[in-house]
C-alpha cells in the first residue's frame, strides 16, 4: 500500500521567505510524485511532478521540488515567497497513474 | 475550454435520499476518478474508470455507485445517503494508458454535499 505524508498542516512564511513543504511517501515500487496547489473553493492543479529521470523537477510559480529516494522524501520549495503563494498543497503519489494517493495537505500562509 | 464539469455545485440532502453527482469532461481523456475530500484527510479515492464500460473501487468505494457508458461522462451515485457523506466531491481525469499519459489530473471545481 501506498501513503503520503506531509509535516505540518499550516506553515506560514513572510513575504520573499523561503518556502518549504515537506512530503515523505511509502510505496513498496519506485513511485510517481506529485505536488499539486488549491486555491479556495477551486479544484486541484498540477504544480509539479516527478516520473523518471532527474530528480530535481520545476514546476510552475517558480516551485521546485527534488526526489531522493533513500529518504522517500519529496519535499516542495520556492526561494521567495509571493502573496499570490497562499493556498494549500497537496503531495499526491502513485504506481500506475490509476490510484493515486495524496496527503493531508498543507496551507500556505504568505504574511506581508 | 469547459474542461471538466461537476454538477450540482451544491446540493443539501436528507439521510437516506439518493442522489447523483454528474461529472462530464470534453478532452477526450480516457481516465476519469471521484475523490472525497475532507478535513485534515486530503484526498481520498472513491472509483475510477481506465474507459468506457470499465470501473473500479479506490480507497473509499462504501455507499457509492459510478457507471462508465460513454468516455465523457462518469457520475457517481449515493444510493442511501448517509452524515458520514458529507464532504466535498472532486471529479477528475488524465490521458489513460499509453505514451499520452502524463499521470497529470485535471480537477473539477467540486461538489459541496450536507447530509442530513
Known amino acids: 500500500a501506498q501513503s503520503v505524508t506531509q509535516l505540518g498542516s499550516h506553515v506560514s512564511v513572510s513575504e520573499g521567505a523561503l518556502v518549504l513543504l515537506r512530503c515523505n511517501y511509502s510505496?513498496?515500487?519506485?513511485?510517481?510524485l506529485f505536488w499539486y496547489v488549491q486555491y479556495p473553493n477551486q479544484g486541484l492543479q498540477l504544480l509539479l511532478k516527478?516520473?523518471?529521470?532527474?530528480?530535481l523537477v520545476k514546476g510552475i510559480n517558480g516551485f521546485e521540488a527534488e526526489f531522493k529516494k533513500s529518504e522517500t522524501s519529496f519535499h516542495l520549495t520556492k526561494p521567495s515567497a509571493h502573496m499570490s503563494d497562499a493556498a494549500e498543497y497537496f503531495c499526491?503519489?502513485?504506481?500506475?497513474?490509476?490510484?493515486?494517493?495524496f496527503g493531508s495537505g498543507t496551507k500556505l500562509n504568505v504574511k506581508p | 475550454n469547459a474542461g471538466v464539469t461537476q454538477t450540482p455545485k451544491f446540493q443539501v440532502l436528507k439521510t437516506g435520499q439518493s442522489m447523483t453527482l454528474q461529472c462530464a469532461q470534453d478532452?477526450?481523456?480516457?481516465?476519469m476518478s471521484w475523490y472525497r475530500q475532507d478535513p485534515g484527510m486530503g484526498l481520498r479515492l472513491i472509483h475510477y474508470?481506465?474507459?468506457?464500460?470499465?470501473?473500479d473501487q479506490g480507497e473509499v468505494p462504501n455507499g457509492y455507485n459510478v457507471s462508465r457508458s460513454t468516455t465523457e461522462d462518469f457520475p457517481l451515485r449515493l444510493l442511501s445517503a448517509a452524515p458520514s457523506q458529507t464532504s466535498v466531491y472532486f471529479c477528475?481525469?488524465?490521458?489513460?494508458?499509453?505514451?499520452?499519459?502524463?499521470?497529470?489530473?485535471?480537477f473539477g471545481e467540486g461538489s459541496r454535499l450536507t447530509v442530513l
Open positions: 477528475a481525469s488524465s490521458y489513460g494508458g499509453g505514451a499520452a499519459n502524463t499521470g497529470e489530473l485535471f
Open positions: 510505496s513498496s515500487v519506485p513511485p510517481y
Open positions: 516527478y516520473t523518471t529521470g532527474a530528480t
Open positions: 499526491a503519489v502513485s504506481d500506475n497513474f490509476n490510484k493515486f494517493y
Open positions: 478532452m477526450n481523456h480516457e481516465y
Open positions: 474508470s481506465v474507459g468506457a464500460g470499465i470501473t
